[in-house]
């Protein structure tokens, strides 16, 4: 007999989200399952009728984890609309505090919010810490070939600041803390400690257990150090400050006052020195055993979903300052990580997967349905809007009364929008990225940068080392985190390589940070005036989109990450379609209905960023809509 | 249970030296007297430590990121030795449970776990809210575990110890908050009727958290100001401890973003700063343990301490009625600067002061 159970809130994400799902239980089996946004807080509607030039600030604010992303696609979006280009240092300053973003939420993500679907305190308690530290040494020894590809591109880091720590004594030191807490029976942040009796936590030997919960510890203390860009640059993390036309931060070689000067700059070094060990030595290597183990030992190729189908990004890393997005695109030649691009189908290797590379022409396509979420729009539910266009009206009148049981799909369950890409839903994140760079360069489509280059090698490197091929591996739940590591790696070497670049320029004689000649609003003339800015958040492809009108916003719509995975389904002239997070749901088994770890572990691995609840329920007496995640793609 | 932190201490193999340069560093923090060390040892030493529960409403868990930065003490020191933080959104490894038992939503798992945590230490905990509350569309603007998060900010009130509002959104109502106000979000502090300490900022500075829930666990309730905010953090306006103010006093300012003045590292009043108006840490303490904060960075302060501070802007707007300093330099140096002066020769502080009052005034709901 089957369980109805309601996991809320799902924890280790940010923000309030619902998940609901129906569990064949003889199977093990997800058949149905709901993704639901449950809060609002109306910053598009807020930022209507406000100073453009501080529109960043607000954005900002859409999230406190990935801090800095939201600023940046503002004052893209700002500068797109009022044809503002940044000079080259701000340009090379924005990409350092984004490749920082990337290195620190990253490694936050799997240690802090992630780790604890695949560890546990308890089993930890188990190990032996000789054998632990016999382990770290052979982790390093077996995957250690992938730390190959980090480069110090600045040539200024003399050693390793950070390395694991394979002694027995590091190893008891920690277990012993874990048992003070375990035995105290104040578990804190571990409790309660039922939790931990999911069979799924036996999979790894207790040793793995030990080693990770002794890195989410050192890494819980490192973290901090890696953010320290954008506290030079911005000023405070989170929520560093930003400029429309560049940064804040001028620099100046003749004054100690100076926001960015040698000794400024040599905090920057450090922290991007250690990010480069912090994610080569612990981060990478920790994820490598564990993806090893459960796809090579336990067959676990769960929650590839939507990927498998098609995947959307929009590129990033300029090298040298780009004109705009929208008139002559010019970003588009200047990026240097070219997941600028829609790639179907990637589920039968790269050779046959459709590529299609998203550049301005593209922009057109956008557009968001408001058919399942909490929305009215004034020309009718049923139509999409594109961005420019788009309309944030709130419907209570449709929001369910409290307290909830299940939601209904048949009508509106979320706070999310439903963005579409020519007219199909797309999975956006890390994953998305390499399969579209992956594919873009295999294929010929893409000049490789250095950036592209190092996407195909990491991704052929683990392949080898895995032994599956790319196409297995990476269109599953570990895929996904491991995807999320590698660009990690990627970011560390990104902040090292625009540091040199900084370096270089501020040594030619160039220390302009802003193109102040727009700050004045009475240059900006009159009229209406439409922007786009994009980047490549953590978590995904994100837009903002823009309208002023003289000198104040008149529409301003943020397109983000986690709208794209977790957005509710739709229904249009290609069917019954789905987002990443319900169509991966349905791909994930369950073993457990009152602990459904397994969900857990698949939604975590699009690092979600709202709060969120999970329904399990079975099919007993509740009607089961079927959705073919597969029927969309017949395009 | 309840072990002190001395008795954690030594089961983690701290040494007492150890465990006294702790007590001392912390009594530096939390801006303390020295001779007040011996004190923050005993209350170490004989105080239990104190189960937290960290509410999340309309938020970007932006100051539980915030808190995470803390290197005084650290985060793994907080979480693991000075506080047990039972009911979090974040950090915490399990979820909330609920399941369908006689028609009935059984809470188990964490929300299983908070309501256990709730009953076994009432009275005793602290609680602690990040974000704000809407009261729009009878709260459903915010629904956690399938029921309005207004609801287990009420309830969860009427047990605890001791209510702190984490960020400006707990205590002002926050982004949410700001014209128009599409969700009705309002703070906390409109919905409870207990003692609350504010502590604004978005986010506020790690070690300000930290800080203020150190002196609670230490020795309960920290001074106050008359808005709730302690008085050893948002005592000063950023402006009285920046170190940017000689340039203030002496008339020379940035103009434009990156202008010579910027790279001199000037004052950034006439493009906006709210350091003048704004009480906070970030001219003291700083960020990260001292390395910077927005003005150190070439940015003018936008005030997110400060009440309403989203509605004051444009932020590159020169506040108004503040007077321009004349007192350090002679009217040939001043130049474009003392040709903005409007005012008298009054006391700028006093000004300032005056003006910061008025505008509370305004801002009262």
């Known amino acids: 007999m089957a369980k109805r159970v309601v996991v809320d809130p799902v924890t280790r994400i940010e923000g309030h989200l619902r998940l609901e799902v129906t569990v064949d239980e003889k199977q093990n089996k997800v058949v149905d399952a709901i993704s639901s946004a449950t809060m609002w807080r109306g910053i598009e509607v807020i930022l209507k009728n406000r100073d453009p030039r501080d529109a960043w600030a607000f954005a900002q604010r859409i999230c406190g984890v990935c801090t800095t992303i939201h600023a940046l696609a503002s004052v893209r979006a700002v500068e797109d609309a009022l044809d503002i280009q940044i000079p080259k240092n701000s340009n090379y300053i924005r990409n350092i505090m984004l490749a920082t973003l990337y290195v620190h939420d990253h490694l936050v993500h799997f240690y802090h919010l992630h780790a604890l679907d695949w560890v546990s305190p308890v089993e930890a308690l188990k190990a032996d810490p000789v054998k632990t530290a016999e382990l770290q040494k052979a982790v390093i020894q077996k995957y250690g070939k992938i730390v190959e590809l980090a480069k110090d591109y600045t040539g200024l880091k003399a050693y390793a600041r950070k390395f694991p720590k394979a002694t027995p004594a590091y190893f008891k030191a920690v277990q012993d803390k874990i048992k003070q807490i375990v035995e105290s029976g104040q578990l804190g942040i571990f409790a309660p400690a039922d939790w931990w009796g999911h069979p799924d936590y036996k999979k790894l030997p207790p040793e793995v257990h030990l080693m990770a919960i002794a890195h989410y510890l050192e890494m819980l203390d490192t973290q901090r150090e890696l953010v320290i860009p954008h506290v030079v640059f911005g000023g405070k993390n989170p929520h560093p400050h930003y400029l429309v036309g560049g940064m804040n931060c001028s620099i100046s070689m003749d004054d100690g006052n100076a926001p960015v000067n040698a000794a400024r700059l040599g905090l920057v070094q450090t922290a991007v020195e250690i990010a480069l060990d912090a994610i080569n030595y612990f981060y990478i290597l920790d994820l490598l055993a564990i993806a090893d183990i459960y796809l090579n030992k336990y067959n676990w190729f769960y929650g590839g979903g939507l990927a498998k189908e098609r995947v959307l990004g929009f590129g990033d890393f300029p090298d040298e300052p780009y004109k705009d997005f929208s008139k002559t695109g010019d970003y588009w030649n200047k990026i240097l990580y070219h997941s600028n691009g829609v790639v179907h189908n990637f589920k039968e290797g790269w050779q046959k997967a459709k590529y299609e590379e998203f550049n301005k022409d593209s922009l057109e396509h956008v557009a968001e349905y408001v058919q399942h979420s909490f929305y009215h729009y004034t020309v009718g539910d049923n139509k999409p809007l594109h961005p420019w266009e788009g309309q944030t009206i709130p419907a209570p009148e449709d929001v369910p009364p409290t307290p909830w049981k299940f939601l209904d799909p048949n009508h509106k369950y979320s706070y999310s929008k439903t963005p579409v890409y020519k007219g199909l839903t797309h999975e956006v994140g890390p994953l998305a990225r390499y399969i579209v760079t992956y594919v873009g360069v295999k294929q010929g489509h893409i000049k490789p940068t250095w950036v592209d280059e190092m996407v195909v090698k990491q991704i052929d490197m683990v392949s080898e080392m895995l032994g599956i091929p790319a196409e297995k591996w990476m269109l599953s739940t570990v895929g996904r985190t491991v995807a999320r590591g590698l660009e990690a790696q990627l970011g560390a070497n990104l902040n090292s390589y625009f540091l040199k670049k900084l370096y270089d320029n501020i040594k030619s004689g160039d220390t302009q940070v802003a193109n102040n000649t727009k700050f004045d609003p009475s240059t900006w003339g009159p009229g209406k005036k439409r922007g786009v800015g994009m980047t490549e958040a953590p978590r995904g492809a994100l837009s903002h989109w823009v309208v002023i009108n003289g000198i104040t916003i008149e529409n301003y719509q943020a397109i983000v990450p986690t709208t794209w995975n977790v957005a509710p389904r739709i229904k249009n002239e290609y069917g019954e379609q789905r987002a990443a997070y319900e169509a991966a749901m349905l791909d994930t088994e369950v073993k457990v209905v009152k602990e459904p770890l397994e969900i857990l572990r698949t939604i975590h691995s699009f690092d979600p960023c709202l709060a969120c609840a999970t329904h399990i329920y079975n099919s007993d007496g509740e009607e089961v809509t079927s959705f073919n995640v597969n029927s969309a793609c017949a395009v | ?365």
């Open chain 2, 1 to 365: 249970m309840g072990k002190t932190y001395w008795e954690a201490f030594k089961e983690a193999g701290i040494s007492r030296r150890e465990f006294l340069k702790f007590a001392t560093y912390i009594t530096g923090l939390m801006g303390l007297a020295p001779s007040m060390v011996p004190k923050v040892v005993e209350a170490l030493e004989t105080k239990e430590r104190i189960p937290v529960i960290w509410l999340h409403g309309l938020e970007c868990t932006g100051c539980t990121e915030s808190f995470i930065r803390s290197n005084a003490p650290y985060a793994s020191d907080l979480l693991l030795n000075v506080i047990t933080l039972e009911y979090d959104e974040t950090l915490p490894a399990a979820a909330g449970i609920l399941y369908e038992e006689n028609g009935k939503m059984v809470r188990s798992g964490l929300v299983g776990h908070l309501d256990k945590v709730v009953e076994e230490y009432k009275g005793k905990y602290i609680l602690v809210y990040e974000g704000g509350v809407p009261l729009g569309n009878d709260g459903r603007y915010c629904i956690v575990a399938g029921r309005p998060y207004k609801e287990d900010v009420i309830e969860l009130a009427k047990h605890a110890a001791v209510l702190m509002s984490v960020g400006t959104c707990a205590s002002w109502g926050g982004i949410q908050a700001a014209r128009p106000n599409p969700t009705h979000s309002v703070p906390v502090s409109d919905l409870v009727n207990k003692p609350l300490i504010k502590v604004p900022g978005c986010p506020p500075i790690p070690e300000v958290i930290t800080g203020t829930i150190l002196h609670l666990a230490l020795f309960g309730m920290p001074p106050l100001d008359d808005q709730g905010r302690p008085k050893q953090f948002f005592g000063n306006r950023i402006h009285d401890t920046c170190y940017r103010r000689p340039f203030f006093n002496a008339g020379q300012f940035v103009e434009k973003p990156d202008d010579d003045a910027a790279k001199k590292g000037w004052c950034l009043y006439k493009i906006g700063c709210r350091g003048p108006t704004t009480y906070a840490s970030c001219g003291n303490l700083r960020w990260f343990g001292g390395i910077s904060y927005p003005i150190q960075s070439g940015a003018p302060c936008i005030g997110c301490a400060d009440k309403n501070f989203w509605d004051k802007g444009p932020f590159f707007q020169r506040e108004k009625g503040i007077v321009l300093p004349n007192v350090e330099v002679d009217a040939d140096k001043v130049g474009v600067a003392a040709a903005a002066v409007t005012a008298g020769a009054l006391a700028v502080h006093a000004i300032a002061a005056g003006i910061r009052h008025a505008g509370e005034k305004d801002d009262e709901h």
